[in-house]
């Protein structure tokens, strides 16, 4: 390895005068609803807390890499030659980070070599001139080493059928683990030039184009792949081992776009009929948003050693076991969320990953003549309800694990997306998501939350100020309950009730869908629900003899109850329980006149007492704090007769 490092110095010294010029199958039921599932075991391992290190006086345009990289190694060595465009005026030295672990050799700017100060994670270049504010300037660093500080996530090895394989996955602060780079979401760099030295026998997989591949010494290939879109730096990877390759072609029209797929050669014939349905996923995905963003160049899959995937910019890196329609789907996702328009904070990767989660499921949406739609929502709605604290909005991006949170990030994230459609109508919604993908200040570029709110309300004429302060930043879900009484054979009475599971959010606005039966027919109602014990009466057409409560699982809510009056009272009489459930006060609301019989039951027939705290001739008050939790029926007599209603306990 020494004789060859030596060799690379001497070969980029010559090289780098002229750099800057280059500056310029169906579905796995296993994964419904738990996509996030292996990325974040997988992140979790990487568990130090990342602050910025740096001095940002730069506007990063080019990346050229250089590296040794054998398989059979836990070891990288080579350069990094960076272009940039100072930012400040009198820029006197120049900043990166690479982590202590890893050894910073030496540095030229300007073509003659610089001192270098390397310490822990700091990598600091001082200039012999100033740069101007303004100006092109370029640098490059020598470094080798073992970058084995967070283990498996940042630079992995495996040996997989007795050959040795090695990838890269720098997100979120892994970029500095192997490289020196601005390891943040402030700087995209325009384009790179990748240049791979690896053992014959072997290819290597990384962004953008294959350019090359030719003879470098004995025994060795060099590997040349460029990118010419703006790459943020933990999007940038590369792949090493005797990979089988294939494509398939994704065509529309007279134009095709590549899917190059790297993969090991033990696995070639399982996986290649999975990878070849991301075809179908990406013709939706068009149709449903804008054009491919990387079109100019391919799309692709390499094979790794994680159990799930990473979305690296125009080639996710895949374990054997995501080769599954919605883990590809969702990692396709990402080229157009998280890639094309990059979240300008962690504060805010839900619009990276809560946007793939929910793209993913619009898979089922439209393709498997929608089975598996219902199944996906169910998942999603469930896992979110699962537990109430935390927001969709990330507040902690010092914890990689909270930043990476499958329920909060991805569940939740795409649950919101799900109402919001729901909320908007489904003509705004997506011209709202193409809106933002096509913002010429957000496109290639950083986004935050605020950007693609305010597209939303553009598109849909609404202030969303609410919705979003309840479901993006506020923490919980909605619990409804909800009363419905027969006024007459044709209208009805609807009372929604809504408690929160969090102090955070006061109340839930949303529209309210009810699916009512009756007559052999059914129809479904939305009810603009604004305040908890709002009464609505609706008119089905028919005599309701059952309800079902959000039908298409549009609300993110939980733990709900229907409550349908099933006394057969005369026409223009009426009779509401509230609320119901109850805890320690029913009232009774009615137009029966003078009531004669007050009696409460349990569904076995047991009586109870009756504790009237109040009554006039249209309501009755009932001290209910003796009764435990469960179903009761209220038995009440009137002049023309008996009725009876159930209610139900619940504290």
Known sequence: MKVFYIRIIILLFFLLPGLCLFAQQGPSLKTLGLISANEKIEHRKLLNPHKELIVNNYDLKYHRFFWIADPAEAFISGSVTSCFVATQAGMNSIQFELNATMSADSAFHRGKMSSIDHTGNVVNIPFDEITPQGTLDSVTVYYHGNPTTSGFGSFGNEIHAGAPGMWTLSEPYGASDWWPSKN??????????????????????????????????TGYTLAHWKHRYPIVSYLIAIASTNYARFSDYYITGSDSLEVLNYVYPEDSATVRQSAAGVLPVLALFESLFTPYPFKAEKYGHAEFGWGGGMEHQTMTFLGKGAFNHEIIAHELAHQWFGDMITCDSWHDIWLNEGFATFTAGLTYEHMFNGFYWPIWKNNEISFVCSDSAGSVYCDDTTSVDRIFNDRLSYSKGATLLHMLRWVIGDDAFFAGIKNYLNDPKLKHGFARSSFFIFHMEASSGKDLTKFFADWLYGQGYPIYTVNVGQLSDNEISVTIYQSQTHPSVSFFEMPVPVQFFGSGRDTIIVFNHTFSGEMFTAKPGFRVDSLKFDPDLRLVSAHNNVVLGTSDLPSGKNLLLMPNPATDRLYVQHNLGKINILGISTMDGKMESVQLEKQNNSLIEINTGNLLNGMYILKIGYKDGITSEKFIIKR
């Open 184 to 217: 943040d979401l402030t700087d995209k760099i325009d384009s790179i030039d990748v240049f791979v030295v690896t053992p014959v026998g072997n290819h290597v997989a990384s962004n953008g184009l294959l350019v090359s591949e030719t003879p470098y010494n």
